[in-house]
């Protein structure tokens, strides 16, 4: 719900999103209030991220089995990247913070990112979610690992290996890709510069075809969209995103089912929301922000502040 409500009032500024809004709002101050009574110090990281981890679940089971290794050697990360990084990241799109938010700091601080975004299985496992935690980290001011990230990704999926990878790490690959050219725009905020990815860019021009053979509806959706965060609707590459995207939309249900064609709504919120913004693009835009969408946030969950 906070996920597609989010990405409407940017595209849209729909006030009828508002419920959506503070749902996510809600969800994260959750984490992080949960997170800061659990650790009063970096002392106690250990213990929380045992707890954390034993509740980890996938439901894909190649991807599962590539994440719990990376949990086994590196076991901080599910807490500090997707849990505490990514919820203080939203609150600060939000132009919010945690009223604990320097304790919060301090945990992040305690590791170190470098250590995930240069090993080869944390790539492999979680590439879309280290390209949105290195842009995260550089959006609060904390430790700059993008252009780490970038190289060491590009050493783990050279593009002469692409024909010997299977579909599930190509799509890893894309997805890495895709994320961090969102993570550059703040998620649909703002405009990116093609040649600050060029590369991206390129290899998405040259490999379309074998992108859409290869991957899901939400992937081929996601390159579509990195097109038009650069202002580039008329690109060849937008019109075959555009084009499968739509033949892929079931007309009955008016929604894309999932690869076993389930039409359930949790799960195909993703795939959906992204056909929503490729098919009917609202632009990017810096909404919702506390400063400047004060109806919105009239109630702030317990925990959170501006900041």
Known sequence: MGH??????????????????????????????????????????????????????????V????????????????????????AMARLNQYGLKSTVDENLRRIIRSQSFESYVSDPDMIRAWAAQLANQVYYLRQLGEQDVVNSFISEFKTVYP??????????????????MTHLIFSASEYYQKNVNETDFKWIYDYFRKNIDTILARTKADVIAEVGISFLLANKEKDPVV????????NAIDKKRNMIPSVNGNFELAYGEHRNVLAIMLLDWGGANSRPTYQSNSAIFANLPYGIEPK
Not at 13 to 29: E, P, Y
């Open 4 to 61: 597609f409500g989010l990405r409407m009032f940017r595209q849209y500024g729909n006030a009828d999103f508002k419920s959506s809004i503070w749902v996510d709002l809600a969800k994260n101050a959750s984490i992080l209030n949960k997170a800061n009574a659990a650790i009063p110090t970096v002392d106690q990281v250990t213990d929380y991220v045992n707890i954390v981890n034993q509740g980890f679940t996938d439901t894909d089971p």
């Open 63 to 86: 991807r599962a089995k590539l994440r719990l290794k990376t949990l086994t050697e590196m076991p901080e990360y599910l807490l500090i990247g997707n849990r505490l990084l990514e």
């Open 159 to 176: 593009d002469a290996n692409d024909k010997n990878i299977s579909n599930q790490q190509y799509s890893n690959k894309i997805y890495g």
């Open 239 to 246: 019109i075959k995103a555009k084009q499968y995207i739509y």
